[in-house]
């Protein structure tokens, strides 16, 4: 079983194509936006291509944010909202 750390691959610069390639491996995912780990819809990072990337291997599970909160309440929503958004498109 993998995880699927999406910080920590735009921090190394890894390929969405590697979700690709291991692919049925992957049972979780986790995200933050690359600069200062902040939550998703703070800098406007585009996780599509690892969004898209996933689809492709059929993944279903789930996604946690693991990042660097400052307000959960006000934050929660964006961050919500952007992955749903970049989630569909």
């Known amino acids: ?12 610069d890894e ?7 291991y692919g049925k491996l992957i ?4 995200i933050a936006e ?5 939550v998703p819809g703070t800098y406007n990072e585009d996780f ?3 969004f898209n990337a996933l ?7 789930k996604i946690s944010i ?4 400052k307000d959960f309440n006000t934050q929660i929503p964006v961050a ?6 970049q989630l569909n498109n």
């Open 48 to 50: 599509r291509p690892y």
């Open 80 to 85: 919500i909202e952007t992955i749903k958004t």
């Open 66 to 69: 693991e990042a660097r909160w």
């Open 15 to 21: 390929s969405p194509e590697s979700i690709v390639k």
């Open 55 to 61: 689809k492709k291997t059929g993944y279903k599970g």
């Open 27 to 30: 049972k979780h995912v986790h």
């Open 1 to 12: 079983m993998l995880l699927a750390d999406l910080y920590h691959m735009k921090m190394d």
């Open 34 to 38: 690359k600069e200062d780990r902040a």
